[in-house]
């Protein structure tokens, strides 16, 4: 160790000491007023998931490999399983790289999904017992791409909840792979070594299924074809000398609906850091009568735009965009195989702006015809990533909207269901007690918490994890450019908290079943993020919701869909 | 990393642990490393006790993770530079603690490295973190690792006369 190293690692360990001693930092805590709550509610999480019996089970520390893959790190080649015990039955799932997943007798269904974006990649595997049909375990893992120099995603992993265990490991062979092994077995019934998985991995979806035959057990091809990850399609004729534009999707868990998602990114090979402009994902197809869910600008390119016509699933032949110069496009949209979701890409100039956008059937027949969009105003495009040292200063500055609306506007909040508060609030009850929602700040960062009150005759506890929606909730990606809904149920109707980014001055929220509001964003407190919400009464309800800024232009565009109500108990 | 047990490992039973144990064993060092990081006291505590928030909500999935605390760290990270995206930072006058400090030079030579470096520098000086367990904790390749460690302490070096 040289003496530069030595210098660092004193200095470092006594600067950290420094730094929580009163005496010496007092100057700069002054501003910390309400930290105290925050570590409160970090011991009411901690508390709620030793309520749920939810227990890790911590494997001995070993190389990061997993179990019995000590070849240096080349790619295995076989997978055994014990031959004392039991083998489990297998199902798959295949992704861009593989997910395998085993399950047992115990076990009804077991399916792994996973979708990529521009900042992240997720799998989730989701286990359900056979007898009761009660959900056993979810586990969720994202960002996997940075493996770069890694053949196997560092270690196995081991998940229990006293009726099943969840053990795997995750294989990422290459950057864009999206590789997983899960295998789930019940407690104690059987060991299952995963040894080598390299005759899957890198495999097609075909390739895999042939593989999982091989191993003679049982395979649901059924399960096979509907829990199969599609994309990125490489039919999709949209792309220009800097933009690709990108579509995945996959079957959601309850076979009638696909995860579709999009997104743009630099010509090449697909990448964390290639990601351009907007991406976004939605459930397909949706219980809706309309043609558009959203258009507009997508990435800013030299003297123009690429402008993206974000379509339903209801079929549409051609669709035209005729811009204020006279500029006509008319392209056929790229639909989805499995869901019939529809997109179409092309590059605008400037000069188009404003433009209209019809789509037309077969016949030729208009269908429909988007709101005429304008562009042009000055920098419709938001630049989320700073400069320097990391902690990039923001003049953006959330300027009062002077310009009417051509739709009602709501109250922000709707009367007796979100309390909101500035300051740190005592939660407030609703609907005898059951439900609740406080709002304040830290910091002077907004902050909402919504849940469930169980008072159950011993300390009135929080039981929902509907907390801090104010939040970015999303760790991987910036949030410059969503808006995250988040369905909230609260009595027998619910509410959905959308997330602007924090230039947004309000957010248009369309029915699919009829109406359009426009919602101001409230909570601003110095650029910091804002929520808007709505009031929601059945299950099903679903619709889009676009954010515009000071200048009405769009920022993002989402997807929201109310999927259940909480039921409390009692 | 340091690893988190509550019984002696023997390298055969496996240890139960829950998010309460990771929580005591690992906030304050993980503040302490995010303060010298961002060098700001207070986003520091909110962004540690927003991440450890968003750990204990996910706990079923997080505390599967080799090292949960490189997640906790990314997150923290990530939302300490969101706080300074929408907010010009307050610089603070910190000379009276450096002025206490054994070493004064080497913190204000550490705290004057750009961002990035300053991460690394911090995850492998104080946190004691191998080049491999920065990479997955702070979600970067391998190689950006290196390559930062080796431009900080290349600037280190010259910004403290050659000490190496």
Request: charged fraction near 20%; aromatic fraction near 8%; include cysteine.
């Amino acid at each position: 160790m040289n003496k530069l190293e030595d210098r660092l690692r004193t200095e470092l360990t006594a600067e950290a000491e420094a730094w929580q001693d009163p005496s010496l930092v007092a100057a700069t805590t002054l501003r910390r007023t309400k930290h105290g709550f925050a570590a409160a509610l970090i011991g009411a999480a901690a508390v709620i998931v030793l309520i749920g019996g939810v227990a890790l089970l911590v494997r001995p520390a070993g190389d990061g490999q997993p179990p019995g893959s000590g070849n240096n790190g080349a790619p295995p080649t076989t997978m055994a399983i014990s031959d004392a015990e039991p083998a489990p039955e297998w199902g798959a799932l295949v992704d861009e790289g593989l997910a395998l997943i085993g399950w047992t007798p115990g076990v009804s269904s077991a399916y792994a999904t996973s979708g990529a974006s521009r900042d992240k990649k997720t799998v989730t595997a989701v286990v359900r017992s056979a007898d009761t049909e009660q959900l056993l375990l979810t586990v969720s893992y994202e960002s996997f791409e940075d493996l770069e120099e890694a053949e196997s995603w560092p270690g196995e992993m081991a998940l229990e909840n006293g009726e099943a265990t969840l053990f795997g490991a995750l294989y990422s062979t290459t950057e864009s792979d999206l590789p997983a092994l899960f295998l789930v077995k019940p407690v104690g019934a059987i060991v299952v070594r995963v040894e080598d998985a390299t005759a899957a991995a890198g495999t097609t979806a075909e390739s895999l299924r042939t593989f999982i035959e091989y191993l003679g057990s049982s395979v649901d091809t059924a399960g096979l074809a509907d829990s199969t990850f599609d994309g990125p399609f490489e039919a999709i004729p949209f792309s220009g000398e800097t933009w690709q534009f990108s579509v995945s999707e996959g079957a959601n868990p309850s076979r009638e609906t696909y995860k579709v998602c999009y997104s743009f990114f630099a010509p090449g090979e697909m990448t964390e850091t290639s990601g351009l402009g907007r991406s976004g994902c939605g459930d397909w197809p949706g219980d809706t009568d309309q043609y558009f869910v959203s258009l507009g600008p997508a990435i800013e390119i030299e003297g123009g735009v690429v402008f993206l016509v974000d379509l339903t699933s209801n079929p549409v032949a051609k669709v035209r965009i005729v811009g204020s110069d006279d500029h006509v496009i008319e392209v056929a949209p790229f639909r989805s195989p499995g869901s019939g979701k529809q997109f179409a890409v092309v590059e605008l100039p400037h000069r188009s702006a404003p433009v209209t956008v019809e789509v037309l059937d077969e016949a030729g027949t208009v269908l429909d015809t988007g709101i005429p969009l304008d562009w042009s105003a000055e920098d419709p495009f938001i630049v989320p990533e700073g400069a320097g040292d990391g902690r990039p200063p923001s003049d953006e500055v959330v300027a009062e909207d002077t310009t009417e609306s051509t739709v009602p506007v709501l109250a922000p909040l709707e009367a007796g269901i979100l309390q909101y508060d500035m300051d740190p609030a005592p939660y407030e009850a609703l609907t005898g007690g059951a439900l609740f929602l406080g709002g304040g700040s830290s910091q002077e960062t907004p902050w909402a918490i919504i849940g469930r009150v169980i008072d159950d005759g011993d300390k009135p506890r929080l039981a929902c994890t509907g907390v801090r929606p104010l939040m970015n909730e999303d760790v991987c990606s910036p949030i410059d450019r969503s808006i995250w809904p988040v369905v909230y149920p609260v009595g027998d109707a619910g509410i959905v908290v959308f997330r602007p980014t924090q230039d947004a001055v309000s957010i248009i929220v369309t029915f699919d079943d009829g109406g359009v509001v426009e919602i101001p964003v409230v909570g601003v407190t110095e650029g910091y993020p804002a929520i808007a919400v709505i009031s929601v009464d059945r299950v099903g309800q679903a619709g889009s919701a676009t954010s515009i800024n000071a200048d009405r232009e769009m920022i993002d565009t989402v997807r929201w869909e109310v999927t259940g109500f909480f039921e409390p108990k009692g | 990393m340091q690893r988190l047990e509550t019984e002696p490992d023997t390298g055969e039973t496996p240890v139960v642990i829950g998010f309460d144990g990771f929580y005591r064993t690992y906030r304050d060092r993980l503040y302490r490393a995010l303060v010298m990081t961002i060098r700001d006291a207070d986003v520091a505590s909110e962004a540690i006790d927003e991440a450890m928030a968003r750990a204990a909500e996910r706990w079923t999935s997080i505390g599967t993770y080799d090292a949960p605390e490189g997640w906790v760290y990314r997150v923290a990270l990530n939302w300490a530079r969101s706080v300074f995206r929408r907010k010009r930072p307050v610089l603070h006058p910190p000379e009276l603690m450096w002025d206490a400090l054994p070493d004064p030079d080497v913190t204000r030579a550490v705290a004057a490295l750009p961002y990035k470096l300053r991460v690394v520098v911090v995850a492998r000086y104080y946190l004691d973190w191998t080049n491999p367990e920065i990479a997955t904790g702070l979600d970067i390749p391998l190689g950006t690792v290196k390559s930062r460690i080796h431009r900080a302490l290349a600037q280190l070096e010259t910004d403290l006369g050659g000490s190496r």
